[in-house]
């Protein structure tokens, strides 16, 4: 069984002969800079110069070596965006800069501070207005730069056997709405004057179908996965009410899902949300999303074996193999394939399940956790009666 083989059986909640494994085949599944170069070290395999697919969140792009000694079932593309293409750092003091295509000022310690965080946002202030927002001047989402190359390395990660995931163009429609207004001006708009923030969310929309009208039809057929990435939750619950989310979100991202179904209707439809998302998983099944990432098993209401008995037939997850906000950055060895173990017999049984992290593998992961996690995924990643074939 080849890897796409693997992922399109456990897509169809089938066991295939060991649960597929993921790692950077999207923005929320990837490894920092600083982690990858560690694990590379530790596994011996040759120093490199470090690319990233992230420069926001500094994610290394895994080379071919390391997804090979792994047995990483996917392969990744990421359009051109405001994260990897024409980023200018500037020095400024205590900060590298960095002004982005939206209009968003971005900063990161310098000189070697681990991400970046927004500084300034292009619309701030509570007296926003639809207006406003519609003189704003917006990417061109459609511009086919933004695919150069896509369509040949989705041809030889196919012809590789191997799954092939395409990166959502931009952040989800509530995320990216905060990242133009502010994200506790967006909170208020939506309670007290919901006119400009619907009109945002409508412009998020217009742009994200502007993208994939232009991108599927040309990648479409060369794709296996679609991945949205959009956070409604926290540690406890969620970031707004579900009715909230119900009156002004659900309908606009059904809108969206439909017409990539439309345009690709073999692919699936990945759902990236972290933290407590439980009260509106329903609703994710029912707009067309098809995986759920993360499994944010530390998250209230997250328990992994409660979402698989309650919602494993209707939903593949992707995630939740260990915990990185605690276990995997300060745990021992031994609590990480604990971790593991545990998070695999919860969600792997029946298939729908695909192996990667919570989140992001971040810069204060230990290399030792990092080779322990492999192994504890080729220790206990094989289904029944089937021997696992990764072996670090």
Known sequence: MNSRERILTTLNHQEPDRVPLDLGSVQVTGIHAVAYRALREALALPPEEIALCDTIQQLAAPSEDLLERLGVDTRGLFPLNSHNWNVVEEEAGEYWMYHDEWGITHRRPYPDGLYYSILDVPLPGPEVTAADIERLPWPDMADPRRIDGLRERAEAQRAAGRAVVIKDPFAGIFE????????????????????????????????????????????????????????????????????????MLKPRIQML???????????????????????????????????????????????????????GSSIVFWGGGVDTQEVLPYGTPEQVKDDVRRNIE?????????????????????????VALYEAFSEYGAYAGQPQEVQL
């Open 257 to 311: 899902f439909s017409r990539i179904k439309t345009l690709a209707p073999h692919t699936r439809q990945f759902f990236h949300s972290c933290g407590n998302v439980r009260p509106i998983i329903p609703d994710y099944i029912e707009i067309g999303a098809e995986i759920l990432n993360p499994i944010h098993v530390r998250a209230a209401g997250m328990e992994p074996v409660a979402l698989k008995r309650d919602f």
């Open 346 to 370: 919860a969600l792997a049984p029946g298939g729908g399940y695909v192996f990667t992290t919570v989140h992001n593998i971040q810069a204060d992961a230990p290399a030792a956790n990092l």
């Open 176 to 247: 990216m709405a905060q990242r133009i207004v502010g994200m506790q001006e967006l909170l208020m708009m939506m309670a007290t004057d919901p006119v400009p923030a619907e009109a945002l969310f409508d412009k998020m929309i217009e742009l994200k179908l502007a993208f994939w009208e232009m991108a599927l039809p040309r990648l479409g057929d060369v794709v296996d996965v679609v991945t949205y990435a959009d956070d409604y939750g926290t540690q406890q619950s969620q970031l707004i009410s579900p009715r909230m989310f119900r009156q």
